[in-house]
């Protein structure tokens, strides 16, 4: 067993980008002993970093090792970079676990196709198990068909739009979340960034952290920001 897969298409979309300029440079920084490599990353489809798929791979595992009850839920899923990660570690651990993935697939950044199609293909490619799709607005599917037992949840509804819209999106998705995740889960919030923390101030997604500290005011749970070199990201863990 091993997680070498997300460094490799579709968890990840650098593969295909690899060019001769990136191998010239790592040369160098390997000549110049740097112990450092560059990794290409096209921001517009790039959704996560390889440090991000290596804090996902570590957090879905030990959720799965422990135990926690429920099923594997993603709120925004786009063309499922990191639901066929989440579904990999399902299989890879032998995990009954049921993966479900919501989602209008109606926002293509700068992809071009079918979104819903191309989740599809991916988790075809990478020989995976279709999740379940719940397709519309959060705030038509969420209520209904969220699963009653969530044992890890990724919240990754961002589009670097208007911060009060993205907070009040984040809010709903956090009360309807909350009661169903059970004790020990966690929960992974994408574009979370305290700059107090990481002295990061390129903040994409600012209503991620405006949201989780008006919900969670009061509530035991603690957030821990963890490192994604490019991209920021945050998780909990339900008490
Ligand atoms: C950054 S992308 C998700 C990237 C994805 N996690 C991946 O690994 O490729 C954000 C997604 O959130 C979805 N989204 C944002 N607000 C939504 C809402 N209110 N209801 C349903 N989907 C929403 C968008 O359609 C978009 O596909």
Do not use: W
């Amino acid at each position: 067993m091993n997680n070498y897969f997300i460094t490799q298409y579709p968890f990840s979309i650098n593969p295909r980008k690899n060019s001769a300029l990136i191998g010239f440079i790592n040369k160098g920084l390997r000549y110049l002993k740097t112990g450092y490599q560059v990794g290409p990353l096209d921001t517009s489809l790039d959704m996560n970093t390889v440090e991000q798929r290596v804090n996902y791979y570590h957090l879905l595992e030990e959720v799965i090792a422990y135990e926690v009850a429920g099923d594997v839920v993603e709120l925004g899923t786009f063309t499922g970079q990191c639901a066929a990660l989440f579904q990999k570690v399902i299989e890879q651990t032998g995990s009954d676990k049921q993966l479900h993935v919501y989602d209008t697939f109606a926002t293509p950044f700068t992809f071009k196709g079918d979104v819903e199609q191309e989740l599809i293909r991916n988790f075809k490619v990478a020989n995976l198990k279709q999740p379940q799709i719940h397709k519309g607005l959060f705030e038509d599917t969420l209520a209904k068909e969220l699963p009653s037992q969530i044992a890890f949840a990724h919240i990754d509804c961002g589009f670097g739009g208007d911060p009060n819209a993205h907070k009040k999106i984040m809010l709903y998705c956090f009360e309807q979340l909350y009661p169903r995740l059970e004790k020990g889960a966690i929960c992974v919030l994408m574009d979370y960034n305290d700059s107090k923390e990481n002295g990061v101030t390129l903040d994409i997604n600012p209503g991620v952290k405006m949201a989780f500290d008006e919900f969670f005011a009061g509530k035991a749970e603690k957030i821990v920001c963890l490192y994604g070199n490019q991209y920021q990201h945050a998780f909990f863990r339900k008490k």
